[in-house]
């Protein structure tokens, strides 16, 4: 039997009839399976209860492309960066975000981005390539190892917000996921689980068709179609009628919590009219919460954030007309980890 090179595509079976295939007992699959999925093994050398011949033997049959650690940076309030390498040199970046109750990951889902929104650093890099699962899925494994090694605590939370645009990276988005909520893996709750999307309303749709039921966040970011086209070119394509018929169908589907991110930028978004216009968009979709955010400033780009007069009264605003409204502050600025900052630096 022909077998995919790549041995993390194997499921159980298929690692049990491989074992048998080459005359070995099956329940080698198990110990294999045990070291891929819950050992988090990033090299068939550390599988070191099978013998050399038999780690020799993989090593020949397959391929384990795991990402590395590059680099790890350590901001003074407390937030963690950690830049990883892949298995053909590319870079991409994580972030740890400790509070008091939770350990958030936020994880990559593409080597760079080609959405070119025009306050984002990361915009600004040209799109490699997507991340395949198991990449995913390493960045996880690795950041919850510096979690307990950092903060003595594992991962309690996972947002997809760093690099790219995880709804362009569909399909290995959903089996990373799927890895990570597995039993025989972290088996961390799906509802613990956050995709960010910049707004590709037939992949909206897709999610609601296939039932997943990890949280949903929109990055909004403009209440009109005109000041979204400006600083978001994905809206000349996916605009906010289409995007709140998208999530009115996915969360009719699967009844996942949806969240409206929403970065304040000086003198562009942050006028009393933005937020009157923010809250209608509010009466229109089944949200369950709208995060403003700070702008974090990027070498190259011209944007500021928002006054913190201009931010108080945004939020007064939306709170005023019954708006479940929270402000993000930035965590992680100095490090270049913040909302928008992650451009391998």
């Not at 099978?50 to 391929?63: C, G, I, M, T, Y």
């Not at 304040?264 to 942050?270: E, K, R």
Request: aromatic share 8%; hydrophobic share 35%.
């Amino acid at each position: 039997m022909d077998y995919p090179k790549n041995i993390r595509e194997l499921g159980l079976d298929q690692l049990k009839e491989y074992f048998i295939s080459i005359g070995d007992k099956k329940f080698r699959a198990m110990q294999t399976y045990e070291w891929l999925w819950k050992k988090n093994a990033r090299k068939f050398s550390e599988m070191t209860n099978l013998s050399l011949d038999l780690r020799q033997k993989l090593e020949a049959d397959f391929e384990l492309n795991s990402i590395s650690t590059d680099l790890v940076q350590n901001s003074a309030d407390g937030t963690v960066k950690m830049r990883f390498r892949t298995f053909d040199n590319h870079l991409l970046e994580g972030v740890i975000i400790p509070t008091e109750k939770r350990f958030t990951a936020c994880v990559s889902s593409q080597i760079g981005c080609s959405l070119s929104c025009s306050f984002c650093a990361t915009g600004r890099m040209e799109r490699k390539r997507n991340l395949s699962f198991e990449e995913i899925y390493d960045q996880v494994a690795i950041l919850n190892e510096q979690s307990i090694k950092s903060f003595g605590s594992g991962l309690t939370n996972i947002v997809f917000m760093g690099m790219g645009e995880p709804l362009l990276n569909y399909k290995d988005v959903l089996k990373a996921i799927e890895r990570i909520t597995s039993s025989d893996s972290f088996g961390m709750s799906p509802k613990r689980i956050t995709v960010s999307t910049a707004g590709v309303a037939k992949m909206i749709k897709k999610l609601g068709d296939d039932g997943v039921r990890f949280n949903l966040a929109l990055s909004l970011h403009a209440s009109n179609d005109i000041k979204r086209n400006e600083i978001m070119d994905i809206n000349e394509t996916n605009n906010i009628k289409s995007l709140t018929e998208a999530l009115n169908y996915f969360y009719a589907k699967t009844k996942s919590a949806i969240t409206l991110e929403y970065v304040l930028l000086n003198g562009v978004n942050d006028s009393l009219q933005d937020a009157k216009e923010l809250a209608e968009i509010y009466k229109r979709i089944p949200v369950h919460t709208i995060n403003v955010i700070e702008y974090n400033t990027v070498d190259g780009i011209a944007f500021t954030k928002s006054d913190e007069n201009n931010t108080e009264a945004f939020v007064k605003y939306l709170s005023g007309r019954k708006v479940n409204v929270h402000i993000r502050r930035s965590r992680g600025k100095d490090i270049d980890a913040a909302c928008g900052q992650l451009a391998n630096k």
